[in-house]
């Protein structure tokens, strides 16, 4: 038998469920807010002590979810959600906001060391390499239970803390950039989440300063039939700098989870923000039980002239993923990128891309996606780049790679192009591929495992994206990436 | 080391034998020249002793080292000292050859419950083969075999073998695509790697690789049958008359 055809034999006998992340923290927890109502709205918003313009922010974007339709042009499939069925909030009982480290629960503390998460500062502090601190802003389903460094950070100037906070202490920046990027009413998901939004980070990056150090938040969905509504918010004043890093769990349950996030940015002149994520909520079992619905809005803005911003995803986890991180170069020279790579193993489906929005003069754009099927899953690449009148001399370059591994998974390449300025210049190079029984026989000819042989040959097919993540999280996603394909091979 | 005992073997139920009763042994320290006119098994011996699961082995029996190999895995048979030097290397787009040798050699050590070479050890051992080959460090920072020429791939195959040190050596027409001062560079790459513990089996078709890897034994092979075994004077011999009395005698 072929080694790529015992492969696929092995991805339906084996459970794919190498899961490591499928825990269930058991810590006493408080659910409310069933169903999607005015009622839950304001429930919602009065356990985050939130003033009046916010609940009605929230209300507003209730009133016009109502009126719209769930989208259905994603290369994806699912039963309807009922959303009256879900709850909207949950958060532990020991958790009445952020605190310092040593007033967090133990078991969140264990539960976040288990997931390879460093909360603790004075460890780290303590560290011989200073220059590999990271900040971490904990999400424990619906609330934020601690972020380290803030007061470090403070000295710089940088605010880094939960979404929640931030509504509380810094009203003006919240209400003069929440909903800048992403409108309430941009779709489904993200008026939904304007709704119903429970807990993120917002960074606040001032004039001139280069944020001293990694910022990141760890989302962790924990209760059942609960939704997470992410909500974050990153600004870089006029000169500055941040790198932002995003990771995602959740416990192994049969039910599907929901988790509609909005991120937004906004990069002011010379602005340059890095935003990375590493996405790995649980993606289901063999069968396709269960598994997180990851329908997500991310876009940053150029608002500036030579700002940069640069999405770096690294996709292995959720039943569903419907994801679009996407730039609007709007300041002249400008720039975005993206860089993506979408694993898709078991039963599940990715659908994911970017769009590139082309609004300024010598504006420029860069996307590289990798997408790597394996078992029945299906990757759909979803892409737009677009060049409005007065983007004269725009340039992208488009480059999509797919990976097969088995002959019963599916890749797509969709992209969409429109240029209104003659002077736009865009490039699209398309590649799809498949790991042969040959290479593989080669390999174990000398002397790989077959889980040596796919790892091997799927990290060269990343590679170019793997090194646009901070260093300390590319060994980390390259063995995310190993992990989740584990049930494609021996 | 080796011993082939009446190997028959085919593609699938419906075809002919490719293989139609093989028998040979070699013994450490030995050399084996196999040749045989195209299409007469010689490529499809090779891949069978590497383990490759295209063929359906009919009968016989393949003894390494005095184990069952047929009842091994590909990568196990590697681990415990066989290697095949292709001859179509395949190409692996994306890793570049030093990391595939770096992954390769641990894997084997792994596998043989030895530690990984730590990198500066694995770097001068591999400065020094590939110095050998002639093979420039900007070629192993390419990926591998990808854009290599025919030649360049076959030097590439060669590294590997000196790199991993196997117990047997089966080299399918790696002479193919040298140029005259490749065909030596290689060859005293892999006379270097005679010893009494290693055995080679070199596959052929010119009796000009022969002058430089001098065999011990010289088979040839004809429809899937070994015909006619000698020693170096019937390379010679097959050079100035051709296959023609053999194929007729397989027939
Ligand atoms: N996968 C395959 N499917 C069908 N026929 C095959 C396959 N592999 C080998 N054969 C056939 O088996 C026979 C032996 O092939 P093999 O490659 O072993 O010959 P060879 O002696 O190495 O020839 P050459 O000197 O040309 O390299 C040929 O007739 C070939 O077409
Ligand atoms: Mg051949």
């Known amino acids: 038998m072929p080694a790529v055809q015992e492969t696929i034999d092995q991805v339906k006998a084996i459970d794919v469920d190498q899961y490591k992340y499928g825990f269930v923290t058991e810590i006493e927890s408080e659910k409310g807010a069933k169903g999607l109502s005015e009622e839950t709205v304001r429930f919602l918003s009065a356990k985050k002590d939130e ?188 000169g500055s700098y941040v790198s932002y890093l995003e990771g995602c769990t959740a416990p192994q349950r049969d039910e599907n989870q929901l988790h509609a996030a909005v991120v937004e940015l906004v990069a002011l002149d010379d602005a340059e923000i890095k935003y990375s994520t590493v996405q790995n909520w649980y993606p289901g079992d063999k069968d396709g039980k269960g598994g997180i619905y990851n329908f997500v809005t991310k876009r940053g803005d150029c608002r500036g002239r030579n700002s940069k911003i640069s999405w770096t995803q690294v996709e292995t986890g959720s039943a569903i993923t419907w994801k679009y991180p996407s730039c609007i170069l709007r300041g002249d020279n400008s720039r975005g990128e993206f860089y993506s790579i979408a694993v898709s193993n078991g039963h599940q489906q990715v659908d994911s891309g970017t769009k590139m929005i082309h609004l300024g003069k010598n504006t420029s754009s860069r996307i590289i996606s990798k997408g790597i099927s394996a078992g029945v899953s299906q990757n759909t690449y ?66 790989l495992s077959e889980e040596e042989a796919v790892a091997l040959i799927v990290n060269g097919f990343v590679k170019d994206v793997i090194q646009q993540l901070p260093m300390e999280f590319a060994v980390e996603a390259q063995k995310l990436i190993s992990i989740s394909l584990e049930g494609s091979v021996g | 080391m080796l011993e082939i005992k009446n190997l028959h073997a085919r593609i699938a139920e419906d075809e002919a034998e490719i293989l139609r009763g093989i028998d040979l042994t070699v013994n450490p320290g030995e050399v084996h020249a196999v040749m045989g006119p195209n299409g007469s098994g010689k490529s499809t011996l090779s891949y069978i002793l590497a ?147 290693r055995a080679m089996v070199v596959i052929t078709h010119y009796q000009r690789l022969l002058d430089h890897i001098v065999p011990d034994v010289v088979h040839v092979l004809s429809r899937g049958k070994i015909v006619k075994t000698g020693d170096k004077a019937l390379a010679l011999e097959l050079e100035k008359n051709g296959y023609a009395d053999y194929v007729d005698a397989a027939a």
């Open chain 1, 382 to 447: 979803r892409g737009l780049v677009s060049a409005h009148r007065k983007a004269s001399n725009a340039r992208n370059f488009t480059q999509c790679d797919s990976l097969l591994i088995g002959q019963d998974c599916g890749a797509h390449t969709v992209p969409y192009i429109e240029s209104k300025n003659a002077s736009a210049v865009f490039e699209h190079e398309a590649t799809t591929s498949k790991i042969s029984d040959d290479q593989m026989f080669y390999c174990l000819q000398r002397g």
């Open chain 1, 51 to 238: 003033p009046e313009w916010m609940t009605e922010w929230r209300l507003d974007a209730l009133r016009r979810f109502k009126t719209m339709l769930e989208p259905s042009w994603a290369r994806v499939s699912y039963p309807d959600i009922d959303f009256d069925e879900l709850y909207y909030w949950a958060a532990p009982k020991s958790v009445e906001g952020p605190k310092s480290l040593d007033e967090v629960d133990p078991e969140l503390l264990a539960t976040y060391e288990k997931l390879g998460i460093p909360l603790a500062e004075q460890e780290i502090l303590a560290g011989v390499e200073p220059k590999n601190r990271v900040a971490v802003d904990a999400v424990f389903d619906s609330v934020s239970v601690v972020t380290t460094f803030k007061e470090e950070l403070k000295k710089a100037g940088v605010i880094f803390c939960s979404i929640s906070e931030a509504v509380r202490e810094y009203p003006d920046l919240v209400k003069k950039y929440l909903g800048s990027v992403v409108p309430v009413t941009d779709n489904f998901y993200a008026t939904l989440n304007s709704a119903v939004f429970s807990d993120g980070s917002f960074v606040y990056v001032p004039e001139g300063v280069r944020c001293p150090m990694e910022l990141s938040t760890y989302f962790r969905i924990n209760e059942q039939n609960t939704g997470q509504f992410e909500r974050t918010l990153i600004i870089a004043e006029k």
């Open chain 2, 51 to 197: 383990g490759k699961e295209d063929y359906e082995i009919t009968e016989g029996e393949i003894l390494f080292n005095g184990e069952n190999m047929l009842d091994m895995e590909p990568d196990e048979r590697a681990a415990a000292g066989m290697f095949l030097a292709f001859q179509y290397p395949i190409e692996i787009p994306g890793v570049a050859t030093m990391e595939f040798l770096k992954t390769a050699l641990n894997a084997q050590r792994k596998a043989r419950g030895e530690d990984p070479l730590s990198i500066p050890d694995f770097m001068k051992t591999v400065k020094a083969k590939a110095a050998d080959l002639n093979i420039s460090m900007d070629m192993l920072k390419r990926p591998l075999n990808v854009g290599f020429s025919g030649g360049e791939k076959k030097r590439s195959e060669i590294l590997q073998m000196s790199l991993l040190e196997p117990k047997l050596c089966v080299l399918d027409e790696t002479d193919s695509g040298l140029d005259i001062d490749a065909l030596r560079i290689v060859s005293e790459g892999v006379n270097k790697l005679r010893s009494p513990e």
